[in-house]
Every structure is written in structure tokens, then in C-alpha cells.
């Protein structure tokens, strides 16, 4: 009788344990564990490498969303930005979006700079000002070339 009572904990417990991590499977899958209501804003990036839909968007490092979804415009080919941001930040129509990098090779973030407009972005709105991300290995490789053109020309005789 003790060892199907037992067995009868320990199944329940499991189970719950199993219901818990699919739980926050969810939860964490779409992106509701920021908390509260949500609401869409975009942004028009020349370049918007190495960030992903799920990617986090920070004000002043602190999370205030997600990124929902990255496209290519058909018009122009720049990358359009779909961000989800709570509904209590009232970002200013002159705030600026920014693609940075957790440490150096890290992860991609979009951060949120606020301005000082008095007016704010609705939902489904677009923020003009943006800076697009840094291609680090074609920035390594422009330092690397560079310095091996210097150093070829230092070697040859002047004409």
C-alpha cells in the first residue's frame, strides 16, 4: 500500500514538473513573460545582421520587448524591424533605434534611445532615426588589409 502511494507522488509530481516547463515553454516562445500589454513599432534598417526574431529591445538596458519579426522591404531592400514594446513606454517620435552587441561577439539587440519630442509613437508606427549594425568581420578585414598596405608601402622605395 506504501509503495503505490509512492509511486502516486512521484507521478504527480512529475507531471507537474512536465505541465511547469511547458508552461514557461510558452510563455518564453512568445515572448509574454516581459509582462503586461504589448504593443508594434518598426524600424528601417540598412543592415540588420546577426538579429533575429526573439531578439530582446532595451531603453537604457533595460528589457522592454521583443523583436517580433525582421523583412526586406521590396522597394528600397533595407530590413524592416517589427518590434513588440510594452504599452506603459511611451517613446517619443524622435527616439532612435540602434542594432548593438552584447560584448564582442555576442548576442544582437535592438536599443531604444528616447529623444525629447513631446508628441509619441502610436502603435504600428515607424521611427526614422536608426543605426544599423556593425559588420565586424569586414571591419576586421579593412584594419588587417589596411595595415598590410602600409606596411608594403613603408617597404618599397619612393620613384
Same mark, same amino acid.
Given at each position: 500500500?506504501?509503495?503505490?502511494?509512492?509511486?502516486?507522488?512521484?507521478?504527480?509530481?512529475?507531471?507537474?514538473?512536465?505541465?511547469?516547463?511547458?508552461?514557461?515553454?510558452?510563455?518564453?516562445?512568445?515572448?509574454?513573460?516581459?509582462? #503586461? =500589454?504589448? *504593443?508594434?513599432?518598426? $524600424?528601417?534598417?540598412?543592415?540588420?545582421?546577426? /538579429?533575429? %526574431? !526573439?531578439?530582446?529591445?532595451?531603453?537604457?538596458?533595460?528589457?522592454?520587448?521583443?523583436?517580433?519579426?525582421?523583412?526586406?522591404?521590396?522597394?528600397?531592400?533595407?530590413?524592416?524591424?517589427?518590434?513588440?514594446?510594452?504599452?506603459?513606454?511611451?517613446?517619443?517620435?524622435?527616439?532612435?533605434?540602434?542594432?548593438?552587441?552584447?560584448?564582442?561577439? #555576442? =548576442?544582437? *539587440?535592438?536599443?531604444? $534611445?528616447?529623444?525629447?519630442?513631446?508628441?509619441? /509613437?502610436? %502603435? !504600428?508606427?515607424?521611427?526614422?532615426?536608426?543605426?544599423?549594425?556593425?559588420?565586424?568581420?569586414?571591419?576586421?578585414?579593412?584594419?588587417?588589409?589596411?595595415?598590410?598596405?602600409?606596411?608594403?608601402?613603408?617597404?618599397?622605395?619612393?620613384?
Amino acid at each position: 500500500m506504501k509503495q503505490s502511494k509512492l509511486e502516486l507522488f512521484v507521478g504527480a509530481f512529475v507531471l507537474l514538473g512536465i505541465a511547469a516547463v511547458a508552461y514557461l515553454t510558452v510563455k518564453l516562445g512568445s515572448g509574454s513573460l516581459i509582462g #503586461g =500589454d504589448t *504593443y508594434m513599432i518598426e $524600424a528601417r534598417f540598412t543592415n540588420a545582421g546577426g /538579429l533575429n %526574431s !526573439g531578439c530582446s529591445v532595451l531603453v537604457a538596458g533595460v528589457p522592454v520587448g521583443r523583436v517580433e519579426d525582421i523583412r526586406v522591404d521590396d522597394t528600397d531592400y533595407t530590413a524592416m524591424v517589427t518590434m513588440r514594446v510594452l504599452v506603459g513606454l511611451r517613446l517619443p517620435t524622435d527616439t532612435m533605434a540602434s542594432i548593438k552587441t552584447t560584448g564582442l561577439i #555576442g =548576442d544582437k *539587440y535592438v536599443a531604444l $534611445a528616447p529623444g525629447a519630442d513631446e508628441t509619441y /509613437l502610436e %502603435s !504600428g508606427a515607424r521611427i526614422t532615426m536608426t543605426e544599423s549594425s556593425v559588420d565586424l568581420e569586414s571591419l576586421i578585414g579593412k584594419m588587417a588589409f589596411g595595415s598590410v598596405d602600409k606596411a608594403k608601402d613603408e617597404k618599397e622605395p619612393l620613384p
